[in-house]
């Protein structure tokens, strides 16, 4: 049962419902059954990697440059069911994409977004971004790695944080400060021929996590880290140029939260029919139908607010405070769906083996990244108000 | 009024009468026979008609309600929590009634108590205990609420006398009262004035039509060139010190009062679905009735800790401004909740004035935004817990 009530499946275009069955067979097939060992180990999965490649989804909206040049709304439904399935994979995509290829997309010339898009559609080259750095989460825009300009090439310093993929990418966009005029900027790091990381890059895992366990988001270390001139991004001159890749992953985040939900219902409901107590399945307690109904509420308006967020996207209204408005209502409505499914298998809902505790705990980092529920309503608050009240 | 006779368990579920002493217990069943006799038969019309019944004030006179917890000058000279107590059954009552003995007790009256003369104590204290007379407290005025600081009344000394020129809003009781207690901002900064509303000048009219607190009356208030003679100032008070003082008498007593409309209104939706029959059987009967009066109760019983608690240490001598926020944001908030929770087990009835929640949830939400609101008890804790005051970070552009 895909809980579609209000008949939304009549709303979607034949491209997005063709990527929809392609991502939801993937993700049947290939992910789920395997997935929770490499959670419980905070193992990545390589393997799944290829089969990614081959479902047409890497580079997602962008046009051109061997990408799929896929609608907002097929994006959005890729997005929805990788994280049905499951938010590492989702993460690990959603920085290969969004964030990554997005901004060589956004940012970068004609001839950079040649030299690398192409290899990063196929995964042959993986993508990270690396934005937050150890003392600057919310407030990125005051990150502290430098970045200075040394004949033809710039030089690195600094220390990043939560960058994912970061430990095995082939191309690494970094965010730094131009010593000299104090504006941010991206910088690609690459991979040399030998398929290592230049002189001082470094990386470390960040272990211990209770969420988003099969991707890996490590910790990097900058200690003058050459790069040639050419690899800083032409586009990309300000912190605003960070913040309107931001703004179009935001989007991307609603959706995965949706998809989390979605997981979450689907078990709860199923789990709810199975299981016996007092005689009867406890989907028969009136307790246990209202929770249902009331996630199925939730699952639904989101849905919407979804299928608008995709159409304004594709007429090219979307805005920043659009983005943060979603972005916060999804973190909040999807996390408490997992909350009450994960209620609804009782001790159950505790193990792995039902997955209802992986999405729970995935959908905390949801919550966190892409601009915290405190940053996104002082975004829209700001936009309200027109005061800013971030300090 | 609670109709089906309840349980003690769903009536005092954790025992709490326990905590009491016997002297305590007498007096709060004082208050409630006198809320069962005089408000609950008439306060649906009096809130429908937007009626203080002035002759009230006498009654609760009589029982020592007025100014309970101050000494001397015919005050009746009760403990915190006793007040609290009381506070607690004239809510079960009606919000508005219990803030007419708010006002005249912990703001009118603690203001004279705290700051005034001897004179000024023996001239007031003992008719308005006696409830003969009746007194007001103006602070907030129409561009000054939550922020006193930015009052615009002045007091300006001219030879012998004092002038008072401004405006104040939301004055409770002002336009029956016989006495007001004004704060205003001079040289010496913020004093407080006991003005005779009689004084020429001085003006009070009722603000209506309400949609909350409909059996009492807050006014509006202007001041012009409302002169005084020199002994009216309250020698006690200087700065915002004194003021705040007071709203700390009144804010602990909602600590008491929001708990005792929640609990009158759990009662109510109680005894409704225990008599209210669907599908044949009464609505008591299904789970999620049940989880609805489960949840009310356990923050009425919580609540009903943190006030004698709070009590206690007011008793004690050592609560502190902070701590009263804590009781006032938590127990309005949980109250405003299980008010209107109630009224949805009563269905479509819960939508009348024969029964009780939907006039204490309406109620409630001017109880929540006087005596400070939700975001400045909280701002207070805030700053009690981090040492930084946020009252205007985060609003500058």
Request: aromatic share 6%; with cysteine; net charge negative.
């Given at each position: ?16 419902r063709a990527?929809r069955d392609?991502?939801?067979a ?15 180990e905070?193992?990545?999965?390589f ?5 990614i490649a ?17 609608s ?11 994280a049905?399935?499951?938010?590492s ?7 290969q ?7 060589i ?7 950079q977004?040649k030299r ?9 080259a ?8 150890p003392?600057h ?46 504006q ?13 990381h230049?002189d001082?890059y470094?990386t ?8 988003k ?12 880290v ?8 032409a ?6 140029d ?16 949706l998809?989390h ?6 078990i ?9 107590q007092f ?6 307690f ?8 009331g ?18 996207q594709a007429?090219?209204?979307?805005t ?6 979603a972005?916060?209502?999804?973190a ?6 997992c909350?009450d499914?994960?209620?609804?298998l ?13 999405h ?6 949801v919550?966190t ?5 405190n940053i996104?309503?002082l ?7 027109g005061i800013a009240?971030?300090? | 009024?609670p109709?089906?006779d ?6 005092d ?7 009491l ?6 007096l709060r ?7 069962d ?12 008609d937007a009626?203080f019944?002035?002759?009230?004030a ?11 917890h ?8 009760r ?9 607690l ?34 001239t ?13 407290f103006?602070?907030?005025e ?8 930015a ?12 002038v ?10 002002a336009?029956?009262?016989d006495v ?7 040289d ?11 004084t ?7 603000i ?15 001041l012009?060139?409302v002169?005084?003679p ?15 003082a007071?709203?700390n ?7 008491w ?42 923050e009425?019983?919580?609540?009903l ?5 709070t009590?206690r240490?007011k008793?004690a ?34 939508v009348?004035?024969?029964?009780s ?19 400045i ?21």
């Open positions: 049962v895909s809980p579609d009530y209000y008949l939304l499946d009549e709303l979607l275009t034949d491209d997005a990527v392609r991502v939801r993937f993700v049947d097939g290939e992910v789920t059954p395997v997935i929770n060992d490499y959670w419980a905070a193992e990545f999965p393997a799944l990697v290829p089969k081959e479902l047409g989804i890497v580079g997602s909206t962008i046009e051109g440059y061997g990408c799929p040049g896929l907002p709304l097929a994006a959005g439904m890729a997005t929805l069911e990788m049905r399935g499951d938010g994979i989702t993460t690990f995509v959603g920085v994409s969004g964030l990554a290829m997005g901004s997309a956004l940012l970068g010339s004609e001839e977004k690398w898009l192409p290899s990063m559609a196929t995964l042959d993986v993508g990270a971004f690396a934005l937050t750095e003392e989460g919310s407030d990125s825009v005051s990150l502290e790695t430098w970045a200075r300009h040394d004949g033809e090439h710039w030089v690195l310093n600094g220390a990043k944080r939560w960058i994912g993929n970061a430990s095995f990418a082939d191309v690494v966009i970094v965010w730094a400060r131009d010593v000299d005029d104090r941010v900027k991206a910088f690609v790091v690459e991979k040399g021929a030998d398929g290592s230049p001082g470094s470390e895992l960040i272990t211990g996590k209770i969420g366990r099969a991707v890996w988001q490590p910790d990097v270390e900058l200690r003058d050459r790069v040639p001139a050419d690899n800083k991004l586009g990309a001159n300000t912190f605003h960070a913040t309107r890749v931001l703004t179009a992953t935001r989007g991307g985040a609603a959706w995965e939260a998809g939900a979605v997981a979450a219902f689907e709860a409901l199923d789990y709810a029919g199975r299981r016996k005689g009867k399945p406890i989907a028969s009136q307790l246990v139908q209202h929770t249902l109904a996630m199925l509420a939730e699952i639904t308006s989101m849905q919407l607010y979804c299928v608008r967020m995709a159409q304004l007429q090219g209204s979307w920043g405070p659009m983005a943060s408005l972005k916060l209502n999804h909040r409505k999807a996390r408490q769906v909350l499914a994960r209620d609804i009782g001790g159950n809902g505790l193990l792995l083996e039902h997955h209802v505790a992986r729970l705990t995935d959908m905390e980092v919550h990244y892409e601009g915290t529920d996104q309503a975004i829209v608050g700001r936009d309200l108000t009240a971030f300090a | 009024m109709e089906a309840l349980t003690a368990r769903a009536r579920y954790l025992d709490l009468d326990g905590l002493t016997g002297e305590e217990r007498a069943d004082r208050v409630r026979g006198f809320v006799e005089r408000i609950r038969p008439n306060i649906a019309r009096w809130y429908e009626h019944p002035r002759e009230i006498a009654e609760m006179g009589k029982l020592g309600l007025l100014g309970m101050l000494t001397g000058y015919g005050c009746a000279g403990s915190a929590v006793e007040y609290g107590l009381a506070a059954e004239l809510e079960a009552g009606d919000s508005g009634l219990r803030t007419f003995v708010s006002v005249q007790g912990s703001l009118a009256m603690s203001a004279i108590h705290k700051f005034g003369t001897e004179e000024q104590k023996r007031w204290l003992p008719g308005m205990a006696a409830g003969e007379l009746i007194g007001c103006g602070l907030t129409p561009d000054a609420g939550s922020d006193p600081a009052m615009t009344t002045t007091a300006r000394r001219d030879g012998d006398t004092w008072l020129d401004g405006a104040k809003h939301w004055i409770g009781l336009s029956i009262a007001a207690v004004i704060w205003a901002g001079s010496e900064g913020v004093r407080g004035f006991v003005v005779p509303t009689g020429p000048g001085f003006a009070a009219t009722a209506e039509p309400k949609l909350s607190m409909r059996a009492s009356i807050q006014c509006d208030i202007g012009d060139g002169r005084l020199a002994d009216a100032v309250l020698p006690g008070a200087h700065g915002l010190r004194g003021p705040f007071c709203l008498e009144a804010r602990y007593g909602i600590i009062g929001a708990m005792g409309a929640a609990r009158d209104a759990y009662e109510t939706a109680l005894a409704y679905a225990l008599r209210r029959r669907q599908f044949g059987v009464p609505i008591a009967a299904f789970q999620l009735t049940q989880q609805k009066l489960v949840d009310m109760v356990l009425i019983q919580k609540g800790l943190v006030a004698l608690h009590g240490l008793d001598g050592t609560l502190a401004p902070e701590q009263i926020s804590f009781g006032k944001l938590n127990n309005v908030r949980e109250a405003i909740a299980i008010c209107r929770e109630a009224r949805t087990v009563l269905g479509g009835n819960g009348t004035l024969e029964h929640p939907a006039r204490h949830a309406d109620n409630l939400e001017g109880v929540r935004t006087y005596e400070g609101t939700d975001e008890h909280t701002l207070i804790m805030g700053r009690a817990l981090t040492g930084i005051p946020a009252f205007t970070t985060g609003a500058q552009s």
